[in-house]
């Protein structure tokens, strides 16, 4: 794939990153960094993962569905993942709720499930479902407020064009 990313140049030029696995044009956005995690994986899928800080410390197992040892009290990627996009994108409905729609959701909960398989052309891809439970609100705001949180959380905007991310709204 070959990615475009604006840099330092007139708007009309871009700086291109080459991938032997796909071609575009597609442009990357540019970002204001304003934190970066840090985290490191050791002995892959069955080994340990650790942030820089050491908050978030698991070891890991593949599953016994995919062949794994699926050993106890232990974790897998999709589990981080999923975690991190349901906390990700209940952060996106609040801050979306507030500052731009003006509602007031009494409690917002989101489950997020994260599916991994094989891909028809090879390789594995992800497959994701949100569930937001929306309190207090009537159900045509609540999917407003889902619609528009989708738009704006960083890691449904990672996952766009990639990876199939279902949404669904439910008034609690």
Avoid: W
Wanted: hydrophobic content about 40%; proline content about 8%; charged content about 15%.
């Amino acid at each position: 794939m070959q990615r475009c990313v604006p840099a330092f140049f007139p708007p009309r030029h871009a700086v291109c990153v080459l991938s032997p696995f796909l071609f575009s044009m597609e442009p990357v956005m540019a970002l204001n960094i304003l934190y970066t995690a840090h985290a490191t994986a050791t002995g892959g899928r069955n080994g340990h993962t650790q942030t820089a800080d050491g908050q978030v410390s698991h070891d890991l197992s593949v599953p016994k569905s995919m062949g794994g040892p699926g050993k106890p009290d232990t974790t897998t990627p999709e589990d981080l993942f999923a975690a991190g996009y349901a906390a990700c994108f209940g952060s996106a409905c609040d801050f979306v709720a507030k500052s731009q729609l003006k509602l007031n959701p009494a409690s917002i909960e989101i489950h997020c499930d994260v599916g991994i398989g094989t891909r028809p052309e090879g390789g594995f891809g992800l497959k994701v479902g949100l569930t937001a439970r929306i309190g207090g609100l009537p159900k045509a705001d609540a999917d407003a407020l889902v619609a528009k949180a989708h738009e704006v959380c960083p890691y449904s905007n990672a996952t766009r064009n990639n990876v199939e991310v279902t949404l669904k709204t439910e008034v609690v």
